[in-house]
């Protein structure tokens, strides 16, 4: 695909501990963090050695991948012919239990990343990190960061306090809409509840399966709660879901959903159209089949060709060498995926909107 526009929607800066956010937080948050001797945000449940984690040809001498914007480049962008890429950076501020301390980690990892990586390299974008124990807390941090925009997106963990579809978590869609941005659900994992639907599991393996579960249970409340009825222009980008769960959850949803509209009137679509409408889903991880025929079903059953995002998911392992779109897919499809389709998932990919304004 030489030449043409590509868009990688999901990759990962690497943030090096909370010496590289220190000099992005108001002085009391500094204290604070030496106070309770904050090394790192890094959840601990999160094994960031598992190889799956990073790549081993693309780690540095930490151990770690994605640590600078020039090994991003050279590892990530350059070899793909990436024209875009959005940077959604995974650094536990969600997962503080004070809100406060969530707000200003989330504060100080936007401001980072804006500085040490977007101003760096014109190919970059960036996803709104936002403290999701506290909705006031996190429509205030859209606000004030939404005037750069180079950030494309608002950043939601899958797993949190509530279902999303909640009441209480529509001003985040609102203030979302109000500004152009689109809400990316990401793995991952507030940790206030167990990771599976029926308690702990003891192994990352459990609960790194289990993600597309979590993934159904939130698209289900979006839909059944009526996110989408009441905000029909915004866009849901589900991140390291998987895809090959889609179509049997779509059949089942709007199977019941025949039967039980009764309960929630304001869903007054099919449930299938309204998230082959809305919704989105990143490339990798890929869980689908490699072969000709067996994609060819595969989007059949989803029944749209608009709805998958490419990714490389960079750092993380996912695939050998430059192999970043499965085989099967043909250069009609896969040109789709790589700038067709995120084109139109965020507004703000239009080169007239890449514009930086100071956040403060």
């Given at each position: 695909?030489?030449?043409q526009?590509?868009i990688?929607s999901d990759?990962?800066?690497?943030?090096?501990?909370?010496?590289a956010i220190m000099p992005?937080?108001?002085d009391?948050?500094r204290?604070m963090?030496?106070r309770?001797g904050?090394?790192?945000?890094?959840?601990?449940?999160?094994?960031?050695?598992?190889?799956?984690?990073?790549?081993?040809?693309?780690k540095?001498?930490?151990?770690?991948a994605?640590?600078s914007?020039?090994a991003?480049a050279?590892?990530?962008?350059?070899?793909f012919?990436t024209?875009i890429?959005?940077c959604?950076?995974l650094?536990g501020?969600q997962?503080a239990?004070s809100?406060?301390?969530?707000a200003a980690i989330?504060?100080?990892?936007?401001?980072?990343i804006a500085?040490?990586?977007?101003?760096?390299d014109?190919?970059l974008?960036?996803?709104?990190?936002?403290?999701?124990?506290?909705?006031?807390?996190a429509?205030?941090?859209?606000?004030?960061?939404?005037?750069?925009k180079?950030?494309?997106q608002v950043?939601?963990?899958?797993?949190?306090?509530t279902?999303?579809?909640?009441r209480h978590?529509?001003?985040i869609?609102q203030a979302?809409?109000?500004h152009g941005?689109?809400?990316?659900?990401?793995?991952?994992?507030?940790?206030r509840?167990a990771?599976?639907?029926v308690?702990?599991?003891?192994?990352f393996t459990e609960?790194?399966?289990?993600h597309a579960?979590?993934?159904q249970?939130?698209?289900?409340?979006l839909v059944?709660?009526?996110v989408?009825?009441?905000y029909?222009e915004l866009?849901?980008?589900?991140?390291?879901s998987?895809?090959?769960?889609l179509?049997?959850f779509?059949w089942?949803?709007?199977?019941?959903?025949k039967?039980l509209?009764?309960?929630i009137?304001?869903?007054?679509?099919?449930?299938t159209?309204?998230?082959?409408?809305?919704?989105?889903?990143?490339l990798?991880?890929?869980?689908?089949?490699t072969?000709d025929?067996?994609i060819?079903?595969?989007?059949d059953?989803i029944?749209?060709?608009?709805m998958?995002?490419?990714?490389?998911d960079?750092?993380?392992?996912?695939?050998e060498?430059?192999?970043?779109?499965p085989?099967?897919?043909?250069a009609?499809?896969a040109k789709?995926i790589?700038?067709d389709n995120?084109?139109?998932?965020?507004?703000?990919?239009?080169?007239?909107t890449?514009?930086?304004?100071t956040?403060?």
């Amino acid at each position: 695909m030489a030449g043409q526009l590509v868009i990688d929607s999901d990759i990962h800066p690497t943030v090096g501990g909370m010496k590289a956010i220190m000099p992005y937080l108001n002085d009391h948050w500094r204290e604070m963090v030496v106070r309770r001797g904050i090394d790192d945000m890094v959840t601990i449940s999160y094994p960031t050695t598992n190889p799956l984690s990073f790549r081993g040809d693309w780690k540095d001498e930490t151990g770690k991948a994605g640590t600078s914007v020039a090994a991003m480049a050279r590892q990530a962008l350059d070899p793909f012919g990436t024209s875009i890429a959005i940077c959604n950076c995974l650094y536990g501020a969600q997962a503080a239990y004070s809100e406060d301390l969530g707000a200003a980690i989330a504060r100080g990892v936007n401001d980072w990343i804006a500085k040490e990586w977007l101003d760096r390299d014109p190919r970059l974008r960036a996803s709104i990190v936002v403290p999701q124990q506290n909705v006031e807390m996190a429509v205030d941090e859209i606000e004030r960061v939404a005037k750069d925009k180079r950030f494309v997106q608002v950043l939601l963990l899958v797993s949190g306090d509530t279902a999303l579809g909640r009441r209480h978590n529509w001003p985040i869609y609102q203030a979302a809409l109000r500004h152009g941005l689109t809400i990316g659900i990401h793995a991952g994992s507030m940790y206030r509840h167990a990771t599976t639907s029926v308690g702990w599991a003891s192994s990352f393996t459990e609960e790194y399966v289990n993600h597309a579960t979590a993934f159904q249970s939130q698209l289900m409340s979006l839909v059944t709660e009526g996110v989408f009825a009441k905000y029909p222009e915004l866009t849901v980008v589900l991140m390291e879901s998987g895809v090959s769960w889609l179509p049997a959850f779509m059949w089942r949803l709007t199977k019941f959903w025949k039967g039980l509209r009764s309960e929630i009137p304001w869903v007054s679509d099919p449930p299938t159209s309204i998230i082959r409408d809305r919704v989105k889903l990143t490339l990798q991880p890929f869980d689908g089949p490699t072969d000709d025929g067996g994609i060819a079903r595969l989007m059949d059953h989803i029944g749209s060709d608009e709805m998958l995002l490419f990714s490389t998911d960079y750092p993380h392992w996912q695939f050998e060498g430059e192999a970043a779109m499965p085989a099967g897919f043909d250069a009609t499809l896969a040109k789709k995926i790589m700038a067709d389709n995120p084109l139109r998932t965020y507004p703000r990919l239009q080169p007239q909107t890449a514009t930086r304004e100071t956040a403060s």
